[in-house]
């Protein structure tokens, strides 16, 4: 069974700060991996999708890598902003035929303080 | 594009009553839908997944008439907490795909529940 596990669960840096966040998973038999933004109380939003065959995805100031074959990623976030406050949630998709399910991790909640 | 709503955004009620959550894509049919259920600090779990037209199928654990899904067209599908008690107390989220979409569900923005 896959889980997902990001470590720490929450993370406070000034603004500014280039950060990392971490994600790892125990299945590397995955089909993509992707990075979700939550804001409190409000559904998800998509921010970078990796296929299993691509190393990393980029997208403005957000960038994802993954390395299959030690089952982590990474979600870099280059000179943070308080907008970028929010809870960031990595998730796996499982190869199971046309049903490409999700596993997800519980997320990190980053602060960023002006 | 690529819109998911849910109605209603938040819902109270009183234990032993049902309560029916909905979830439309606005913009595009949406051969399979996801509804999940997401407890404080804690992961997204999915509960099912509906193709328009079948039955669900629900993850181990999931009481399938404690939860009932319906996916009737290809813009709606909802979700049922028959007799609820306050342990249902939680927030749902759905999401959909269309076919040829396989990589990419679109969330909606949830409901939260609230049984008394």
């Known amino acids: 069974k896959q889980e997902v596990t990001q470590i720490p669960a929450a993370l406070s840096v000034p603004e500014g700060e280039n950060l990392v966040l971490n994600c790892s998973f125990t299945?590397?038999?995955?089909?993509?991996l992707q990075w979700f933004r939550q804001d409190p109380g409000k559904g998800l939003t998509s921010l970078l999708l990796i296929q299993s065959s691509q190393r990393e995805q980029t997208s403005g100031r957000l960038n994802a890598s993954l390395d299959k074959s030690s089952g982590r990623s990474t979600l870099y976030i280059a000179a943070s902003q308080p907008g970028d406050s929010a809870t960031y949630l990595c998730?796996?998709?499982?190869?199971?035929?046309?049903?490409?399910?999700?596993?997800f991790g519980k997320g990190i909640t980053l602060s960023v303080r002006p | 594009g690529a819109v998911v709503s849910q109605h209603p955004s938040r819902v109270i009620c009183k234990s032993g009553t049902s309560v029916k959550i909905e979830c439309r894509s606005l913009d595009f049919q949406a051969t399979t839908m996801f509804w999940y259920r997401q407890f404080p600090k804690k992961s997204l779990m999915l509960m099912a997944t509906s193709n328009e037209g079948s039955k669900a199928t629900y993850e181990q654990g999931v009481e399938k008439d404690k939860f009932l899904i319906n996916h009737a067209s290809l813009t709606l599908s909802t979700l049922t907490v028959t007799s609820a008690h306050p342990e249902d107390s939680s927030f749902y989220i759905c999401s959909a795909r269309t076919s040829g979409m396989r990589d990419t569900q679109y969330f909606g923005p949830g409901t939260r529940l609230t049984v008394l």
């Open positions: 998730a796996v998709g499982a190869n199971t035929g046309a049903n490409s399910k999700l596993t």
């Open positions: 299945d590397s038999a995955i089909y993509n």
